[in-house]
């Protein structure tokens, strides 16, 4: 069964660019991530998304899930779960694209963490 694979628009647009600052995403209380290289990105009338470079997470928190899910913009999604200290498995709270369509090839290496599920903030003085 084919996907449909869908380009942005002037009706549907997607920017991705560096963010300016230091990001830091929060799961439970605890630091997951903290980085100085993440990625906005920016799409039709949805909230801006924090990319984080998968290199700057704290992976010994992370477990890959078996959930995957399809944006016909931006290709298949992995995700992983976070434990935090004492032993809570908080499901699904990052979303990757490990193989991103070209439009928005510069999130490939990164993850996004789930605004209900983290706390991520972004220190433009930083």
């Not at 942005?8 to 300016?20: A, G, N």
């Not at 991530?33 to 990625?39: C, E, G």
């Not at 990052?94 to 963490?113: D, K, L, M, Q, R």
């Amino acid at each position: 069964m084919s996907r449909p694979v869908l380009e942005p628009t002037t009706e549907h647009p997607i920017t991705v660019e560096p963010t300016r600052g230091r990001v830091t995403a929060r799961v439970g209380g605890t630091i997951v991530a903290d980085t100085s290289s993440a990625l906005t990105l920016r799409e039709a009338a949805y909230p801006a998304v924090q990319y984080i470079p998968l290199a700057d997470v704290d992976q010994s928190l992370l477990s890959r899930s078996a959930t995957s899910t399809y944006c016909p913009f931006k290709g298949d999604a992995s995700y992983y779960s976070v434990r935090i200290p004492g032993g809570e498995v908080l499901e699904d709270v990052i979303w990757t694209y490990e193989h991103p369509y070209p439009a928005v090839a510069g999130i490939a290496g990164h993850v996004a963490f789930y605004a209900d599920r983290a706390e991520v903030t972004v220190d433009a003085g930083a």
